[in-house]
């Protein structure tokens, strides 16, 4: 079975030090919306989609191409309203986000509309429709691994933009975003113990 965890630890076990990586092309399921992930129903309700859709591609085992695989971690892209640079702004409701979780190489556009319908008969109260499937290459990125709880994330973000600097690079927030990738269930895990990817972009200085 594969665990992108394990088979690719470079994108998902940084260490609690900076570091540089070149983020290739994957593909996403992904939703987008806007508000305090702590108290908004459209975020609780995109990443219940999200899920659904994600098992509903893995449990389904004769799609074309098809392997076994651990569902890869939930992640978000975020900003604020009226801003570029990574989110820290104590208005949460100001928040815009892109969820996503990563799909197997399997699934084109055919595979995730069909995925879609057998996810909506399972889960009807959910909208479906606001999925979609996207690939990308992130590119060129710091990152390190965020070891407390997601409010004190500001002082790994500080590392991230000294690093940076120190070895030439800028972050470059004009077409790209903050970045998370959560390696923990915070129901499940105490605040000082979630372990969170932070990751930003850049690029050379000159």
């Not at 108290?39 to 074309?64: G, N, Q, R």
């Not at 319908?117 to 992130?138: N, Q, W």
Request: aromatic share 12%; hydrophobic share 40%.
């Amino acid at each position: 079975m594969t665990d992108y965890k394990k088979t690719q630890k470079a994108l998902y076990q940084p260490a609690t030090e900076p570091s540089i990586i070149d983020v290739p092309e994957m593909a996403f399921a992904a939703i987008d919306g806007r508000g305090d992930p702590n108290t908004s129903a459209e975020y609780a309700a995109a990443v219940e989609t999200l899920y659904a859709l994600s098992y509903a591609i893995k449990m389904k085992k004769d799609w074309p191409a098809y392997f076994d695989y651990v569902v890869p971690p939930l992640e978000g892209f975020w900003t604020c309203a009226g801003e570029t640079a990574a989110p820290t702004v104590i208005d949460k409701s100001r928040f815009l986000w892109t969820m996503l979780i990563r799909q197997p190489e399997f699934v084109a556009e055919d595979l995730f509309a069909k995925a879609r319908e057998i996810a909506a008969k399972k889960k009807p109260g959910l909208d479906f429709a606001k999925a979609r499937l996207e690939r990308f290459a992130e590119g060129l990125c710091v990152q390190i691994m965020h070891i407390g709880p997601y409010d004190d994330e500001p002082r790994s973000i500080r590392r991230l933009a000294v690093f940076a600097a120190e070895n030439g690079f800028r972050e470059d927030f004009a077409t790209r975003r903050h970045h998370e990738i959560y390696l923990s269930d915070p129901r499940k895990t105490a605040p000082d113990k979630l372990k969170t990817v932070l990751r930003h972009p850049i690029a050379k200085l000159y």
